[in-house]
Each structure stands twice: as C-alpha cells, then as structure tokens.
C-alpha cells in the first residue's frame, strides 16, 4: 500500500541550531514530493517541491530538501534554526498521473531559545 | 481580495443536525480539495473535485456530501453532524492535479456536541 511516513511526531531545536525533518514513501514509482508549514491557526503553505532532475531542492524561508531514491526518502533541513521556524511540518506525496496528494501526519517543531 | 477562503471559520452545532461547510476560491483553479485534520492522522482527504460537476472520493467521506456547480465554490455538508466529524477542515485548490502546488484556505473548525 502507498504510504508517508514522518518518524517523528515531535522535535525540538534550539535557535540557531540546524534541523533535519525525516520523510520516507512506499511508492511504485518516483512521486512527486512536498514539503508544507502550519503555522498555529493557519492553512498550509507550501515550503518547496521536487518533481525530478536535481535532487536538492530550495525552497522558502531558507528551507532545502533532498531526495534519495535508494532510500525513498525527502527529507527536510535548514541550517540554522528562527524561533519563527516553530510550526508543524507535513510532508505530501503526489502519484505520478494522479490527482491528489498523500499527507504525512506531520512532524511539530519546537524551537527553544 | 483574490485567494481561498472558507466561513464560517468556527462552528458549533449539535449530533444530528446538518451543517455545510463553504470554500470559495478566486483564481479557477480546476481543482478542488476538502481535508480534515486531526490530532494523530494529519490532513485526510474526504473529497476532491477536477472541474465543475466531478467530484470524487477521497480517503474519508463517509457523512459528507460535496457539490460544485462552479468552479470556484465548493461546499462540503454534513448531512447528520456526528462528534466524530468535530475537526479542523480545510479546503485546498490547484491548477491541476497532483504535480501542482495546492493552495489551503485558514480552515473551519467545527465542533459537534
């Protein structure tokens, strides 16, 4: 069965500190990859995406991303860790030639001073 | 102003009563999405629309009905508000289906006692 996995329910980094946010996917082919933000009460934003060529993406707010197929995974990083980073990550698969997208159950991160 | 909005964006109604759920979205975006979320399960797709008058099931629609006579409304009703349905929901848009970027409304957060 497709499925997306955030090991970690819960990480917490102190600022300035870097991050790395696990993903992993069981597809039969390369999916396209997301990675989103919740900000508290808010919608989701998208981060950035990887839809194939390069395998470390950028995207926003100083965020990258890398693929590895052997390993099936898109995990998510950032060097150096802002308070205002404190929100909850969801990675999201999107099958080739399907329509929707599968969200992981999103990883909450915590940033102490 | 242009973008995805959903209202109410608080509701509280009782075990049995109908309630619906808007999503309005200004770009025409072909597709739309209607999430829940909750604690431990991230975001779940209960339905998803390509164009005005397709709609389809997602990962969870049990209790909800969807319509799309426009392409830039798309209701989500609760026929017989359960407690189980008490979540967040989100409606989403994109341009096309999974390879494309989808753009999340701020999210109603119903209560069902």
């Known amino acids: 069965a497709q499925s997306v996995t955030q090991p970690d329910i819960h990480i917490t980094v102190s600022e300035g500190a870097s991050l790395e946010l696990r993903c992993n996917y069981s597809?039969?082919?390369?999916?396209?990859l997301f990675w989103y933000v919740q900000s508290p009460g808010q919608g989701l934003q998208l981060l950035l995406k990887?839809?194939?060529?390069?395998?470390l993406v950028q995207g926003i707010k100083g965020f990258e991303a890398e693929f590895k197929r052997s390993q099936s995974s898109f995990n998510l990083r950032k060097p150096s860790v802002h308070w205002s980073d404190a929100a909850e990550y969801f990675c999201?698969?999107?099958?080739?030639?399907?329509?929707?997208?599968?969200f992981g159950k999103g990883t909450m991160l915590l940033v102490s001073p | 102003d242009a973008g995805i909005t959903q209202s109410p964006r608080y509701k509280i109604t009782e075990t049995g009563r109908q309630v619906t759920l808007m999503c309005h979205q200004t770009?025409?975006?072909?597709?739309m999405f209607w999430y829940r979320q909750d604690l431990g399960h991230g975001l779940r797709l209960i339905y998803y629309?390509?164009?005005?008058?397709?709609?389809d099931k997602g990962e969870v629609p049990d209790g909800y009905v969807v319509s799309r006579s426009k392409t830039e409304n798309f209701p989500l009703t609760l026929e017989s508000a359960t407690r189980s349905q008490t979540s967040v929901y989100f409606c989403?848009?994109?341009?096309?289906?999974?390879?494309?970027?989808?753009?999340f409304g701020p999210g109603t957060r119903l209560t069902v006692t």
């Open positions: 989403a848009s994109s341009e096309r289906g999974s390879s494309y970027e989808q753009y």
């Open positions: 770009w025409s975006h072909s597709y």
């Open positions: 597809y039969g082919a390369t999916p396209y």
């Open positions: 990887y839809f194939s060529g390069d395998t």
């Open positions: 629309s390509a164009a005005a008058d397709i709609t």
């Open positions: 999201a698969v999107g099958p080739r030639g399907e329509s929707t997208l599968t």
